[in-house]
């Protein structure tokens, strides 16, 4: 199981052909207080960069964009009723969405931990 990273703070978890989508801790303590979550259907089909969700925290509104293509397997029906499981744990319980991987090469175009890292501290 390895995790990946956008330039946009999604990370992403791959288990075989499964990606759990969510964003970054950096990402969920920059928006502040997360109120509201909008995931997306489950069976819809999206492509790389399509937006996924939506999170409003107190600063503002912001997209979840997928992270590689695919289509919608799960969504994490808990972020309805307690959003701020978002800044609790953003890369743990704060998933957002479970995707079948279309292709898995997409994967390749992402950072690791570490880049990731580097990214942020560049920020």
């Not at 992270?67 to 800044?87: F, H, K, Q, R, W």
Request: glycine share 8%.
């Amino acid at each position: 199981m390895s995790i990946k990273y956008t330039e946009d703070h999604e990370w992403i978890k791959v288990d075989g052909d499964t990606g759990t989508v969510g964003i970054s801790p950096y990402a969920a303590t920059q928006l502040g207080d997360v109120v509201f979550v909008e995931l997306p259907e489950i069976g819809r089909e999206m492509d790389k960069g399509d937006e996924a969700a939506v999170v409003e925290s107190v600063k503002a509104a912001s997209e979840v964009y997928a992270p590689v293509g695919g289509e919608v397997i799960a969504v994490n029906e808990a972020l309805e009723d307690a959003p701020e499981t978002v800044n609790a744990s953003a890369d743990g319980d704060g998933w957002f969405l479970k995707i079948k991987i279309s292709d898995a090469s997409e994967l390749e175009s992402l950072m690791d931990e570490a880049a990731y890292k580097t990214y942020c501290d560049g920020l």
